[in-house]
């Protein structure tokens, strides 16, 4: 796409789709540059994710001034985060205020979902239909439907039969839930199961932890600014972004950690001897038991389990009961999937009123009415919280139903051939379609934000 163009034989140039991070900054810079669109978002407001994951505890794992919008100096400047990593409420409020400032809004039908877009080859548009009854014609259509948004129900028998109540932590309510005096049932272990564990098991008269997998956490190290600090990385913003683009990971912090500070050329565990590992777990925590610190840890299976083992030391340190710390330590290879940062988390299994059930001991039957039937027994409930996930990647992109050219559909193509695209931006056959985040995309390997960032001004290249 080049330069603003009159929309010909279409109502609009560009309908975007979704209004998280992804639309919004695609419908600002199309307006910059002088195309016609209509935005579309299902949810009531903008934000995505954090319009639509308001679990207790949810907050990003980036620092916020680098999880966060560079396209326009105003938001920049006269916006201001209150901690090192923003929570789920900041996030939201953060995000209404880019709509706002930007003028965004009015370009966003929302409570609107998209069915279907296809591809008209006589016209060289797209057609697309909303659940409320619309059919625009467009030039090009961007979707920014999120590559986590599409939320998935876990094939467990029985969920619907449950007395209690039962919450989605990727469609929590929007009043909140209190937990008081309740017994309460968490499913899933991943990051949005570890981000709301500690804050829920603070309430609840009794908290369960149903856990397949456990994953890799580690703290966060969270905190307020410092007097003035905030103040200080705002008038330097221009060298964050630089750091920022210089970076793989869309970012020059991880959690609290600056990636600059790491060691360069880390030791090889394998050859370092084991009270010289466990000299380093004392010294430096969490970090010595993770893949930065280490030089062999991604390239050597062996060097993998040694680190896995610190990294198990860790938790024994922590957790204080000697079967559920074996149960917390993760089975598969360190580094594999994105590491989870928590607040709280493995202490939590120290308090008298949290449970660890291990359900490699005793996979889960069936929900029942009173609560949750297991192999190992079942567990009487009055809430069960689902933070089981989402459709991930191609989720919310299959639930639309896009044809291109001679009416192939997506969904059937990846299908056959996988999610296959170019650059996780375009995909054959679909002509003048664009898929910011997806599949294919950096996305989730990196500071999301920053990674749209180069998406955006590559689509409009
Ligand atoms: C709980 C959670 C925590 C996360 N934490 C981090 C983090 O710490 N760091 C990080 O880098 N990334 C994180 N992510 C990834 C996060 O999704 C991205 O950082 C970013 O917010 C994605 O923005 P987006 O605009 O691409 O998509 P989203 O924010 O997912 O927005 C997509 C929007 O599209 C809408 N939509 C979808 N389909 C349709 C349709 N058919 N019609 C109309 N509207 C539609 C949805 O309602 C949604 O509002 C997290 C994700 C989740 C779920």
Not at 69 to 79: A, H, N, P, R
Not at 385 to 394: E, L, N, P, S, W
Not at 416 to 442: H, K, Q, W
Request: overall charge neutral; glycine content about 10%.
């Amino acid at each position: 796409m080049a330069g603003g163009t009159g929309a010909g034989a279409a109502d609009f140039d560009v309908v975007v789709v979704g209004a998280g991070f992804g639309g919004l900054a695609m419908l600002h810079r199309l307006r910059a540059a002088g195309f016609s669109m209509q935005g579309v978002e299902m949810g009531e407001g903008v934000g995505g994710t954090w319009y639509w994951n308001r679990y207790p505890g949810a907050r990003v794992d980036v620092q916020s001034v680098e999880y966060s919008l560079s396209l326009s100096k105003e938001v920049q400047d006269e916006w201001t985060w209150t901690e090192l990593m923003a929570p789920q409420e900041e996030l939201e409020r953060y995000v209404n205020f880019v709509a706002d400032r930007l003028d965004l809004r009015r370009h966003i039908k929302f409570e609107t979902k998209v069915t279907a877009a296809t591809w008209d080859a006589a016209s060289a548009t797209w057609r697309v239909e909303t659940d409320r009854g619309d059919a625009w014609r467009a030039r090009f259509v961007v979707t920014a439907v999120g590559c986590l948004s599409a939320p998935l129900e876990p094939a467990i028998e029985g969920l619907h039969s449950f007395a209690g109540d039962s919450l989605y932590t990727n469609r929590f309510p929007k009043a909140g839930y209190d937990f008081s005096g309740k017994r309460v049932g968490i499913i899933g272990t991943g990051s949005s199961g570890v981000q709301a564990t500690p804050v829920i098991a603070r309430q609840a008269q009794h908290l369960h932890v149903f856990q397949r997998s456990a994953a890799y956490t580690m703290p966060a190290g969270n905190r307020p600014w410092a007097p003035g600090e905030f103040e200080a990385l705002r008038a330097d913003y221009d060298t964050i972004r630089k750091a920022q683009l210089a970076s793989p990971l869309g970012a020059a912090r991880f959690g609290a950690v600056s990636i600059g500070d790491l060691p360069m050329n880390p030791p090889k565990i394998l050859e370092t001897p084991m009270e010289e590992r466990l000299a380093r777990l004392d010294r430096e925590g969490w970090l010595a038991a993770t893949p930065f610190a280490w030089a062999d840890v991604t390239t050597d299976i062996e060097a993998n389990r040694a680190a896995q083992e610190l990294y198990a030391e860790m938790i024994r340190r922590e957790v204080k009961d000697p079967q559920t710390a074996a149960a917390l330590v993760p089975q598969y290879p360190m580094g594999c999937k994105r590491p989870i940062i928590d607040i709280g988390y493995f202490e939590t299994f120290n308090q008298p009123n949290v449970t660890l059930v291990d359900l490699k001991k005793g996979a889960i039957r069936r929900i029942t009415p009173q609560g949750i039937e297991t192999e190992q027994g079942a567990f009487p409930l009055d809430v069960i919280v689902y933070a089981t996930g989402f459709d991930a990647m191609t989720g919310a992109l299959n639930r639309i139903d896009i044809r291109g050219r001679d009416g192939r559909r997506m969904r059937e193509a990846w299908v056959a051939e996988g999610p296959r695209s170019y650059l996780g931006l375009m995909v054959a056959d679909f002509p003048n379609f664009f898929t910011i985040t997806g599949p294919g995309s950096p996305s989730v390997l990196t500071n999301m934000i920053a990674a749209k960032r180069g998406y955006a001004g590559f689509a409009l290249a």
